[in-house]
């Protein structure tokens, strides 16, 4: 497994595509894994090559951010299986791993504007990309839900869906950057915040814990998992299921099963989901998340649309 810019202790993508690969690890004793980390975008591809060289059977690379490296380097060797997170691929030996984020993200803005206190809620991305965009999409619309349903007028600070335009840190792994983004929003009234931005998040989850003063929703892994020292904080966790997805990947790959058939996680195969409150439980109303399971059967049953450019295809 190649590793994006965050490393393996992101408390997020890349640690969910590491807990994957682990896993399939842990069901077959055969299966050896390793992993490399990339510090700069300029590593992905000499990374990839290196795997290349050993003759792994099966090179991982985690993020969109690798789309390119990952293309160049599957084109050069078509006989060596690869997979990626987070983006598409027409290559035959490219297994590719995609999720509808937007539907659970959705749920998460409904579920902020029932709890918001204040009336504002804030999101920021590590870079403008489809992999984090189509978070702030899906938060957006689902707050604009709860405003439609229940005549209110909660604010999402940070992202306007309409022009594609918001806040970003410009990368995935400066904790204090994530920091002062959460700070800006509280500053202008925001009570609860959702970063999708890696380990850079992990500085609005410290920030949230220690100040009281609001709360997170966290992304990819279950926050009061891979993050727990910041329980507290976390109102719940839009959950990418990576680590699922990454081992049926390398189990089926292990066993010699065709890989062509990419990978799309819906809420309807709990490929994308929201994790539970945890120390929330009891401060989330019953109605509320009634309302939030209605909702998530509805989009299941595609009775209730949530869209985004972002969207794969």
């Known amino acids: 497994m190649v590793t994006d810019q965050g490393g393996l202790d992101d408390k997020s993508f890349n640690a969910a595509a590491w807990k994957?690969?682990?896993?399939?690890?842990?069901?077959?004793p055969n299966i050896t894994i390793k992993n490399v980390q990339s510090k700069t975008e300029a590593d992905y591809e000499p990374n990839l090559n290196g795997f290349v060289q050993q003759k792994c059977d099966f090179i991982l690379a985690v993020g969109g951010l690798m789309s390119t490296a990952l293309e160049k380097v599957a084109k050069a060797n078509p006989n060596q299986q690869f997979g990626i997170v987070d983006a598409g691929s027409a290559l035959p030996n490219v297994h590719t791993m995609q999720f509808h984020t937007e539907q659970a993200s959705f749920l998460a803005g409904y579920l902020a504007g029932g709890m918001s206190k204040s009336g504002k809620v804030g999101t920021y991305g590590g870079l403008k990309i489809p992999p984090v965009t189509i978070f702030m999409d899906g938060f957006a619309d689902g707050?604009?839900?709860?405003?439609?349903?229940?005549?209110?007028?909660?604010?999402?600070?940070?992202?306007d869906k309409a022009k594609q335009e918001g806040t970003f840190t410009e990368d995935f792994v400066s904790p204090d950057k994530g920091k002062a983004k959460s700070d800006a929003f509280v500053a202008q009234g925001a009570d609860i915040v959702f970063p999708v931005a890696g380990k850079t998040g992990t500085g609005s989850a410290s920030a949230a814990k220690a100040s009281g003063k609001f709360s997170v929703i966290w992304v990819d892994q279950d926050g009061c998992v891979s993050n727990a020292e910041n329980c507290a904080a976390f109102l719940t966790t839009v959950v990418k299921n990576i680590t699922d997805s990454v081992t049926d990947a390398i189990?089926?790959?292990?066993?010699g099963e065709d890989l062509k058939a990419p990978y799309l996680g819906t809420l309807a195969n709990n490929g994308v989901s929201?994790?539970?409150?945890?120390?929330?439980?009891?401060?989330?109303p019953a109605e509320l998340k009634a309302e939030v399971d209605k909702l998530k059967a509805d989009i299941i049953a595609g009775t209730v649309k949530v869209e985004s450019p972002a969207a794969p295809k």
């Open 20 to 28: 994957g690969m682990e896993n399939a690890k842990a069901k077959n």
């Open 143 to 159: 707050v604009a839900e709860y405003n439609k349903a229940k005549s209110k007028s909660v604010q999402v600070l940070g992202w």
């Open 251 to 255: 189990t089926k790959g292990a066993a």
């Open 274 to 284: 929201l994790a539970p409150f945890h120390e929330w439980e009891s401060k989330v």
